[in-house]
């Protein structure tokens, strides 16, 4: 069974400064990775994923994930962070086998940007 | 612009009466999803649609149905809504999951159920 971790709850980061939200997976095969925001009272949007090829992947926003197969993380960073980057961001893995694999969702870190 | 629309945003219903839940894509995706969306948890999804084939997840119980009557549009039954069906409902679209497609789903606003 395939699995998500976002080991912290919530993340505060002043204004400006570099910003990491983490999540490590588990799935039997290779991994497809995404991660979403949620605003307050919204639904779910999707800032980046990775598929194959490079490591680093850059996303909406400014943000970007590195994805890490030897440590099975997928972390989210910004390198400047924004008030307005304060949501509630999902991480999300599915195996990359062929057909339908569910989308698995971790339950989510809230970002708070300190002004 | 909208992608992906819930109506009503917001539901309130009484013990046991039947609602329905509604979504509309103009993305013209294959796949319609209906996640469940407790405060503080991952969206748990509930079944989804490809084209006309519905896929139930296991665990999902008979109380929610779905259906999608043209690729556009796609709804939620709960027959008889308990005090723990109170939760945010979200529908997501993607474009397909087969072959190189990689399911990257687009979400509505969702619609937020309270039963009283």
């Known amino acids: 069974a395939q699995s998500v971790a976002q080991p912290e709850d919530q993340v505060n980061v002043a204004e400006g400064n570099p910003l990491t939200v983490k999540c490590t997976y588990s799935?039997?095969?290779?991994?497809?990775l995404f991660w979403y925001v949620q605003y307050p009272n919204r639904g779910l949007q999707f800032l980046l994923k990775?598929?194959?090829?490079?490591?680093l992947v850059k996303g909406s926003y400014g943000f970007e994930a590195e994805f890490n197969k030897s440590q099975t993380s997928f972390h989210l960073k910004k390198p400047s962070a924004l008030v307005s980057d304060s949501a509630l961001y999902f991480c999300?893995?599915?195996?990359?086998?062929?057909?339908?694999?569910?989308?698995?969702f971790g339950i989510g870190t809230k970002l708070q940007v300190i002004p | 612009d909208a992608m992906v629309i819930q109506n009503p945003r917001y539901q309130v219903t009484q013990f046991g009466k039947p609602v329905t839940l509604s979504c509309s894509q103009t993305?013209?995706?294959?796949?319609m999803y209906w996640y469940q969306q407790k405060s503080s948890q991952a969206p748990k999804l509930l079944f989804h649609?490809?084209?006309?084939?519905?896929?139930n997840e296991a665990d999902t119980p008979d109380n929610f149905q779905s259906r999608r009557p043209n690729t556009s549009f796609c709804f939620l039954d709960i027959r008889s809504p308990g005090l723990g069906d109170a939760a945010m409902y979200l529908c997501?679209?993607?474009?397909?999951?087969?072959?190189?497609?990689?399911?990257?789903?687009?979400f509505g606003p969702g619609t937020r159920l309270t039963v009283l």
């Open positions: 997501a679209t993607s474009r397909d999951y087969q072959g190189t497609y990689t399911d990257t789903q687009y």
């Open positions: 799935v039997s095969g290779n991994p497809y």
């Open positions: 990775y598929i194959t090829g490079d490591n």
């Open positions: 999300a893995v599915r195996d990359a086998t062929g057909g339908y694999q569910k989308v698995t």
């Open positions: 993305l013209n995706h294959n796949v």
């Open positions: 649609y490809y084209d006309k084939d519905f896929n």
